[in-house]
Antibody
């Protein structure tokens, strides 16, 4: 059973960089046909897709965040990561890592990790 | 890209049917059959209930059905139950190889 767990600091200062890691268990990133995705949800608000990556070959980002977001995949550690630079209070959210299938669906989700941005 | 448009809330009584609409554009919903729906209970991660417009993953109740016409997708829940009360989100793949979600719909079972 494929499982995902996002980890990282729960508090980041404004203007600094948010970094999260998603550890994959129950499947190997190296042999997988999945894209690896990040999605966030500000408190009380809806879901926002941040980006999806397939190894280093194909990486796609949300247009509104493209200048600040980077997703990378480390198949040796069976992990993928999210980096978001120059954060502000608007980046406070629960961040989810998920698998993105060839049918363009998110079928496995991590529990989500809350990241708060302090001023 | 703009978020897909969903009603903020819908409600229905137990046993009734409700439909949630999800309106996009010719660059997302209208372009592909890659429309999916998710439910989310408070404090939990979203859960896939519909993919490719109208397909249900294994284990998802047949009370959930969905369709698409033009730039609008719809989710119907029949035989409403108290446990259906939660948030519902649509999403679509886009012609820019990105993904867009709807703003979410809160379902209240009266």
């Amino acid at each position: 059973q494929l499982q995902l767990q996002a980890t990282g600091p729960g508090l980041v200062k404004a203007s600094e960089t948010l970094s999260l890691t998603c550890t994959v268990s129950g499947a190997s990133i190296r042999g997988s046909s999945y894209f690896w995705a990040w999605i966030r949800q500000p408190p009380g608000k809806g879901l926002e897709w941040l980006g999806s990556a397939f190894y280093v070959k194909s990486i796609y980002y949300a247009p509104s965040l493209r200048s600040r977001v980077t997703i990378s995949v480390d198949s040796s550690m069976n992990q993928f990561s999210l980096t978001l630079t120059s954060v502000s209070a608007a980046d406070t959210a629960v961040y989810y890592c998920a698998t993105f299938d060839s049918k363009r669906l998110f079928d496995h989700w991590g529990r989500g990790t809350l990241v708060s941005v302090s001023s | 890209q703009s978020a897909l448009t969903q009603p903020a809330s819908v409600s229905g009584s137990p046993g009734q049917s409700i439909t949630i609409s999800c309106t996009g554009t010719s660059s997302d919903i209208g372009a592909y059959t890659f429309v999916s729906w998710y439910l989310q209970h408070p404090g939990r991660a979203p859960q896939l209930i519909i993919y490719e417009v109208s397909s249900r993953p294994s284990g998802v109740s047949s009370r959930f059905s969905a369709s698409k016409s033009g730039n609008t997708a719809s989710l119907t829940i029949s035989g409403l139950r108290a446990e259906d009360e939660c948030d519902y989100y649509c999403s679509s793949y886009t012609t820019s190889s990105t993904v867009v979600f709807g703003g979410g719909t809160r379902l209240t079972v009266l």
